[in-house]
């Protein structure tokens, strides 16, 4: 079971974020199961059924079904900040990604042009050419990158067979910006002090975002031995990796 219940349309909130406001957020994953390459330690949704897609997969919303329910949700909310591709899981694994961000971005061009579009990314498809060049259509693309070595990557983001953190750190450096969001835990494992911390760090200052938002444990996780970050703390490590890298860090 779910830590927390899966959407169940395409459309969903808006939801009130700290980071991006009044954001509307699109699913373009099924609605029966959590669809990711990552099974994180800390995802709200749970480990329970994560997987990747398959020719034969079912269940993913048509572009056409995409575009409409958008567009009645628009004429729905006239006082929105964003439209964000994120739902049950990653969104890029949609096998048709690229048409519908295009498609979403015309759309919007049209109807709402001050409305911002964002992806809420865990970064798995970034070395695809065509992904990172539908990701690059967003006004804020929020790439994820918890860790910044292999090993706690795989401790943390818990990846999938195939899904390689070296080609995950070259598809970011191939983007022109970005945006990185960093979960910060504390426990058995780690990413906020020690070697680990120091490897995020150096990734990074590598990368060079336009800036860096971190947060911690918000929600219900699946694994009870992870400790959420303080408010206090999360401020202090977001001004200390400002200072070491010159990077916008900001604590939410």
């Known amino acids: 079971m779910s830590v927390l219940e899966l959407q169940c349309d395409v459309i969903y909130g808006p939801i009130h974020s700290r980071r991006l406001g009044s954001s509307l957020g699109i699913n373009l ?12 330690i800390y995802c709200q949704y749970g480990s329970v059924g994560a997987g990747s897609p398959s020719e034969e997969e079912r269940g993913f919303p048509s572009p056409e079904s995409v575009l409409g329910k958008v567009r009645e949700a628009i004429s729905q909310q006239p006082h929105l900040d964003y439209l964000t591709f994120s739902g049950n899981g990653e ?9 519908i961000v295009a498609e979403v971005r015309r759309l919007r061009d049209r109807l709402c042009p001050n409305v911002r579009l964002a992806v809420l990314s865990n970064s798995s498809q970034v070395f695809h050419p065509e992904i990172r060049k539908a990701i690059e ?21 818990r990846p999938l067979s195939g899904v390689r953190f070296g080609e995950i750190i070259a598809g970011l450096q191939a983007m022109p910006r970005l945006i990185i969001q ?3 835990i504390a426990g058995e494992v ?17 990368l060079s ?11 219900p996780v699946p694994v009870s031995e992870l400790r959420r970050v303080s408010r206090e703390v999360l401020a202090q490590l977001a001004r200390n990796a400002q200072e070491r890298t010159g990077i916008d860090v900001r604590a939410y």
Request: net charge negative; aromatic share 6%; with cysteine.
């Open 29 to 40: 994953l099924p609605t029966s199961r959590k669809l990711c390459t990552f099974d994180c």
């Open 91 to 99: 969104p890029t694994l949609h096998p048709h990604f690229p048409e």
């Open 137 to 157: 259509q967003m006004d804020d693309p929020i790439m994820k990158l918890d860790a910044g070595d292999p090993s706690t990557f795989a401790q943390i983001n």
């Open 182 to 184: 960093s979960m910060i």
């Open 190 to 206: 780690q990413n906020v002090g020690g070697e680990a911390h120091e490897a995020w760090l150096t990734a990074i200052a590598q």
């Open 209 to 219: 975002p336009q800036k860096v938002q971190i947060y911690s444990i918000d929600r």
